[in-house]
């Protein structure tokens, strides 16, 4: 009967062939081998079935069979695999259609040694693109062994790269084994790239033949090598064809390409469609620079461009340095970029403002009792610009003085420091100011500062103006020469030196006992801040008048010490007398006696005041408690004595070897006039002495300082001996002529005249501010008129002659011009005059 057959098959060898052996074939690959039901042997095989096999490995088998009588199993036999490695070089390579229509490689297969002996391959491939085929030299070969591969590639190849798969096939003992290599092969063409450019480009097209090309949208293509593209440009939608560059040149419509090389070619197109005018214009001070997106417009220097119609332009406005963009008009508004859509002519303006100076104010510097530098701070802004300082006393600088000359700054785009000296102020005065510049575009002003002058005592004598007195001046021509004056009044003794206390040792009485120059600063010494501190002017002052005590002394050990202001609030008035727990409520204010030159009253230590009671107060006079008596006294120009400060500040003692306290009754040393059209004063004044070391109290104005036909205002102020400074007194402001005075002048003829001969006089005096003579009177000396016979003193021209002289002599002759508003001036003059000439008579000769 039918047995059906299967064979045992393992890479292990199990000793013996049994159902449990390996591998099983067929049942595997579900097939069934009949070996039908004979009575000789019948061979079979596993021929036609693959069997998964590893390289140079051996493997086991054994054949066993079965029918309904049992089964029977046959030995084991085995064998071992081949091991082959391939190989292709090179492993790539390239077609370049048009160029090359095939290429070459080299496959190899080689025996790995140690295996069994290797019987013959079969080659085969797969993978070959369309219109690409392949040829080995040797179909077939025993390793190790070459066979040359290939490529032929077709007109109709496409391009690309592809991978191909080489395959060996060995069938040794009938296990078909395969292997594998891979070679990489590129079909080539060459590209053809176009390009293209300027107005026209969006309108006009380029197509190739062969074609490929429709450029338009289509703008690359790839050809064969070799081939040859002819390109061909067309006018469409209002392009026009300009040229070619690239692989192509020159202007006609058609370019043969040949395609040797990657190739790119660009087409120029001009536009002609209808174009619209858009022009930008500039106006105001300033300066800057409109540009435009699409470009065309630099304005700078172009400020008009060619859009074509409908194309929106948007302009954009930069302002140069110290200027400012303002605005659009015309086409355009705003302050912003503008867009503008070129459906017609257009035109637009930016507005550049030129951008006045910034200014601003600095603190002052330098702070005398009469003088300070003021300082500032300007941006030109890019404008020539000048810079000053306006100055005066009033908060708002309402009235204003201002600094001369005005200082160049230039005209760069960062801030310019600069300073002015100011003086003639007054001492311990508030003063305001402000720095201000101006340029083509306008002036600025910095915020207004203030500042205080350094105080210096208040002089004991103070200015009084009295009338002036106006002459006409020099012969009446010279400008009007004013004398103004002013009396002294003497209000104040000062106090000079120091005293002395045990306990709190120095008191000084005047500022100059340490600030021997005046110039606020201290110069040192015992009792005095240190050298080069700033410090207060202050002193004791005496009223001529009343002896009333004012003012404040000093101790570095214990601070002010008031004669008066007793609440410390800067004045002397009846709250003095009524500070609470005071010892002295209703009676305190210090005081001498001018009759019999006793100091009473009280002195404060205002660093006290807070604690109330009698605590800092000094009795300047009383009875101590041993009954005896005490106080100061005025004895000549010195003030001696005692008094009692209680027991934080002792006895203070007002004279001895080393100290003391003198009384100064002062006077002028030096004064300072200023005159000027202006009530203000401003600086400098039109006429301004500065200051005169001088006791004297007029002033004569100089020739030539003064305008006819103006009104002027002066002031003055005095030092006194201590070297302290009043503040500007105002004299009686005062008008001058509405006009200069005649200037008279007159000449004769004959020059030296001889008694009784006529002498004709000519007038030759000019008179001012459009008037007319009105008036001649002429006054001579030993003559009579000539012509006219009478009357010839009030004409302008008069001829005379001088009566008999004995000897030659000087005769005066004077004219008295008045014009027609009645300003008159006389001027004299002395003429020679000769003795009468001989007379001379013909007498005929006698007969």
Request: with cysteine.
């Amino acid at each position: 009967m039918a047995s059906p057959q299967k064979l045992g098959f393992s890479s292990t060898n199990p000793g013996s062939c049994s159902d449990t052996f390996g591998y099983r074939y067929p049942e595997t690959y579900n097939t069934q081998k009949s070996l039908g039901s004979g009575t000789s042997s019948v061979s079979f095989d596993t021929a036609g079935v693959g069997l998964s096999h590893s390289r140079n490995t051996t493997y086991y088998y054994c054949a066993i069979a079965e029918n309904s009588g049992g089964k029977s199993f046959g030995s084991i036999v085995s064998y071992t695999t081949r091991d082959v490695s391939t190989g292709v070089n090179p492993a790539s390579g390239q077609i370049v259609l048009g160029k090359e229509t095939a290429v070459s490689t080299t496959v190899t297969v080689t025996h790995v040694s140690g295996g069994p002996n290797v019987g013959p391959v079969d080659f085969s491939i797969s993978g070959l693109p369309s219109g690409v085929t392949a040829a080995f030299s040797l179909s077939s070969c025993t390793p190790t062994c070459n066979s040359t591969l290939t490529f032929t590639a077709g007109g109709g190849a496409t391009q690309g790269v592809y991978p191909i798969t080489i395959e060996a096939t060995d069938k040794y003992l009938s296990i078909k084994q395969i292997y594998k290599t891979t070679y990489t092969l590129t079909i080539a063409k060459r590209t053809l790239t176009v390009t293209k450019s300027s107005a026209g480009a969006a309108n006009g097209t380029v197509t190739s033949s062969p074609s490929g090309i429709n450029c338009g949208a289509d703008c690359s293509e790839v050809y064969n090598y070799g081939t040859s593209v002819t390109l061909t440009a067309s006018n469409t939608n209002g392009a026009v064809f300009l040229n070619w560059t690239g692989a192509c040149t020159g202007s006609g419509t058609t370019c043969t390409v040949n395609m040797d090389a990657d190739k790119s070619v660009n087409a120029a197109f001009g536009q002609t469609f209808n174009t619209k005018t858009l022009t930008v214009s500039k106006s105001g001070a300033g300066s800057g620079t409109v540009t435009s997106s699409p470009a065309g417009i630099n304005c700078g220097a172009d400020c008009s461009e060619n859009y074509i119609d409908g194309t929106s332009v948007t302009l954009t406005a930069s302002a140069s340095a110290g200027s400012t963009f303002t605005g659009w008009s015309g086409a355009c508004s705003g302050t912003g970029t503008c867009a503008v859509t070129m459906n017609s002519a257009q035109s637009a303006t930016a507005n550049f403002n030129a951008n006045s100076p910034t200014t601003s104010t600095s603190p002052v510097s330098s702070v005398t009792a009469n003088g300070a530098a003021l300082n500032g701070s300007t941006n030109p802004n890019g404008l020539a610009t000048s810079a000053w300082f306006e100055w005066g006393t009033s908060a708002s600088l309402s009235t204003f003085n201002t600094t001369s000359p005005t200082q160049n700054l230039g005209s760069g785009t960062s801030a310019v420091s600069y300073s002015a000296s100011i003086s003639g102020l007054s001492s311990g005065a508030t003063y305001y100011f402000r720095a201000a510049a101006s340029n083509s575009a306008g002036t600025s002003k910095g915020t207004i500062l203030n500042f205080t002058t350094v105080a210096v005592a208040a002089p004991g004598v103070s200015v009084v103006p009295t009338n002036l007195t106006v002459t006409p001046g020099d012969s009446c021509v010279a400008a009007l020469q004013p004398t103004l004056s002013w009396d002294l009044s003497s209000a104040m003794w000062f106090s000079k030196g120091w005293a002395w206390s045990s306990n709190i040792r120095w008191i000084s009485f005047n500022s100059s006992n340490c600030d021997t120059d005046n110039d606020g600063q201290s110069n040192g010494g015992s009792g005095c801040p240190v050298a080069g501190t700033g410090m207060s002017a202050y002193s004791v002052k005496i009223d001529s008048a009343n002896g009333n005590f004012s003012g404040y002394a000093w101790s570095s050990r214990i601070g002010w010490i008031a004669f008066g202001d007793y609440n410390a609030d800067g004045k002397i008035d009846s709250s003095d007398e009524s500070i609470s727990g005071a010892p002295c409520s209703g009676n305190c204010r210090a005081k001498l006696n001018l009759s019999n030159n006793q100091v009473t009253g009280w002195a404060r230590v205002l660093r006290y005041k807070s604690f109330g009671g009698d605590r800092g107060w000094i009795k300047l006079s009383g009875t101590a408690t041993n009954g005896s008596t005490y106080g100061i006294y005025k004895n000549g120009n010195n003030l001696e004595g005692y008094v009692w400060g209680s027991e934080n500040i002792g006895w203070i003692r007002f004279n001895g070897t080393n100290y003391g306290v003198t009384v100064v009754v002062p006077t002028q040393s030096a004064y300072q006039v200023q005159v000027d059209s202006d009530p203000v004063f401003p600086f400098p004044a039109e006429v301004d002495t500065g200051k005169v070391a001088s006791s004297g109290r007029t002033y004569t104005v100089p020739s030539g300082k003064l305008n006819y036909g103006m009104t002027y205002y002066w002031r003055a102020k005095i030092w006194d001996t201590e070297n302290s400074e009043s503040s500007w007194v105002n004299g009686p402001s005062f008008g001058t002529a509405a006009h200069q005075y005649p200037k008279v002048d007159f000449e004769w003829t004959p020059k030296t005249p001889s008694a009784f001969e006529t002498v004709e006089f000519k007038d030759k005096s000019i008179v001012y501010g459009g008037t007319s003579i009105s008036d001649w009177l002429w006054t001579f000396q030993d003559a009579i008129c000539k012509t006219p016979a009478t009357g010839c003193e009030t004409v302008q021209n008069p001829k005379i002659t001088f009566n008999e002289v004995a000897e030659k002599s000087n005769k005066s002759v004077s004219l008295k011009v008045t014009d027609s508003d009645g300003f008159s001036c006389l001027l004299n003059k002395s003429i020679p005059v000769n003795v009468k000439l001989p007379e001379i008579k013909e007498v005929a000769p006698k007969k």
